[in-house]
């Protein structure tokens, strides 16, 4: 998390000195070694703790054994130099290496040299809670206004964007505002303030994620008359987003069919945050090789609670159940 990339702002920097200076040390201090995990625990299988911190600032790890299945997908972006059959057996051998480096077991999920597990927890329990204040002052004004609004979150190029201006159109006249997050230019908010839509740019400079204070100095400018939805584009990043609360009411997970279907299963914090996923690009299926039912199990196998629709944004198929899910997710606000 940000613990580790440091774009959660200048207190991981500050305190990691502080840290190093306890202990008698510079910069030029040597790290401790990563751990490598000495021996396989089976072919395909791990055991972690994944910490979870709660908007109250309590905190808890949750041991979790995972058993994986080298289902791998044939997406243009999918990692594997040869096809993974679904099923079938071609002879390869998949099993862990004895010299793979696991850097998520211990209670932080992550490790950073010279700190501890305990240090890190802390720092990202801090972060979090400062993050949660900002939160739940966007929940507030947001519920008080009876906008319904969604952070949707994925890799850059699944089709965010493309999909925000068919959504647009679709919805008429209804009323809805955007923030769009990247790291630099307008471009994405630029797209909407093409359809007449009222858009925001938020540009992070180094950081990979929206946060809480980002939003809410979004809306001081925002125009968001009572009943409305509230887009929220973050960063195009499948892992710091999904720990940041920005005051939504739901996370949407937006998965191109190009990505491979085994990207859920490389980046689960993300989907097992999300309420709604949504498999984008499904006009392109026919050209990529993908399995889709491959991709709603792999979503099912992180988070076996969410809804996944199957969109094509260029086409338009599927497109009327994403608005429906829309328009419902508003009427729950307004009662």
């Known amino acids: 998390m940000c613990t580790v990339c440091g774009c959660g702002g200048h207190s991981v920097e500050d305190q990691f000195k502080a840290h190093l200076k306890s202990q008698g040390k510079d910069g030029a201090h040597k790290p401790a070694p990563f751990a490598v995990l000495a021996e396989p625990q089976g072919p395909h299988s791990h055991s972690h703790s994944h910490w979870h911190t709660h908007a109250d600032g309590t905190s808890h790890a949750h041991p979790h054994a995972h058993s994986h299945s080298h289902a791998a997908g044939h997406g243009a972006e999918a990692d594997s130099d040869h096809p993974h059959a679904h099923g079938h057996d071609h002879g390869h051998s998949h099993g862990a290496c004895a010299h793979d480096i696991h850097l998520g077991h211990g209670p932080a999920g992550t ?10 927890i802390e720092i990202e329990t801090d972060i979090l809670s400062k993050n949660n ?76 994620h929206l946060d809480g204070a980002m939003v809410e100095q979004a ?35 937006i998965l191109s069919v190009t990505e491979g279907e085994d990207k859920p299963l490389k980046y689960p914090d993300m989907f097992a945050a999300a309420g709604l996923a949504i498999l984008n690009k499904v006009d392109l299926a026919p050209y990529c090789d993908v399995d889709l039912d491959l991709y709603e199990a792999n979503i099912r196998r992180v988070n076996p609670q969410i809804e996944v629709l199957r969109v094509s944004a260029r086409t338009g198929d599927g497109m009327g159940a994403w608005i429906d899910w829309l328009r419902a997710g508003l009427a729950r606000k307004a009662r």
């Open 219 to 253: 809306l001081a400018h925002l125009p968001l008359p009572a009943g409305a939805l509230l887009f929220i584009e973050n960063v195009g990043n499948l892992v710091c987003p999904a720990a940041f609360d920005l005051g939504e009411d739901a996370k949407v997970a």
């Open 111 to 120: 490790e950073v040299p010279g700190m501890s597990q305990a240090r890190l």
């Open 133 to 208: 204040q900002y939160a739940a002052r966007n929940r507030a004004a947001l519920a008080k206004n009876c906008t319904f609004a969604t952070n949707l979150v994925s890799s850059p190029g699944s089709g965010k964007t493309t999909l925000l201006v068919k959504t647009i159109e679709m919805l008429g006249a209804q009323p809805l505002a955007v923030i769009e997050g990247d790291q630099q230019t307008t471009n994405d908010a630029d797209r909407i303030r093409a359809t007449g839509a009222p858009a925001i740019q938020v540009n992070t400079g180094k950081g990979c």
